[in-house]
């Protein structure tokens, strides 16, 4: 029994004999060489991985692009067919905005010429289509215990 335990405690002390614990300065530069130069290439292989994924994403990007550009370059031709064979009709007026019961005019008014003024420098007409209230998302108890949870000190 005595030499299975001898053996075990061989086993579990250090690899290195107590006499020979001071490391030589050659041995201490080649760790740290050795670590940097692994951390780098690592950092290097992911930057390389990164930037061939981004590429490949960038060429299917272009051909999504490419293919919805082609897509709405024909139905533009096939509208400006269409459109050559039908006579010209006014335009039709705006449409009121479907307004919720509860909401003011002049809160209508006020979104309308924030719009506006959105849009002012664009070149587009903004059209409102309709108005209504939110709904609120908590009830007034889970709102209290948020607002209660998140006070700053």
């Given at each position: ?6 053996m ?14 001071d ?9 740290v060489?050795?670590?940097i130069s692994?951390v ?16 490949i ?7 999504a ?5 082609a897509k709405a370059?024909a139905?533009?031709a ?5 459109k ?5 009709a006014a335009p039709a007026p ?8 509860g909401?003011e005019e ?5 979104i309308m010429?924030?719009?506006?003024a959105?849009?002012?420098?664009s070149g587009?007409k ?6 209504k209230?939110?709904k609120?998302?908590r009830?007034?108890w889970?709102?209290a215990?948020i ?5 700053p000190?």
């Amino acid at each position: 029994m005595s030499d299975l335990q001898s053996m075990f405690a061989q086993l579990l002390s250090s690899n290195i004999p107590p006499d020979q614990t001071d490391l030589g300065g050659e041995t201490i530069a080649s760790v740290v060489i050795t670590g940097i130069s692994v951390v780098f290439m690592g950092l290097i292989i992911l930057i390389i991985l990164v930037t061939l994924y981004g590429k490949i994403f960038e060429a299917i990007n272009k051909s999504a692009e490419a293919k919805a550009k082609a897509k709405a370059e024909a139905e533009a031709a096939a509208k400006a067919a269409q459109k050559k064979d039908e006579p010209k009709a006014a335009p039709a007026p705006a449409a009121a905005p479907v307004v919720e019961d509860g909401i003011e005019e002049e809160v209508v008014a006020a979104i309308m010429g924030a719009l506006s003024a959105m849009y002012a420098g664009s070149g587009k007409k903004p059209v409102l289509k309709g108005v209504k209230a939110a709904k609120p998302r908590r009830s007034a108890w889970s709102a209290a215990g948020i607002m209660d949870n998140t006070r700053p000190f």
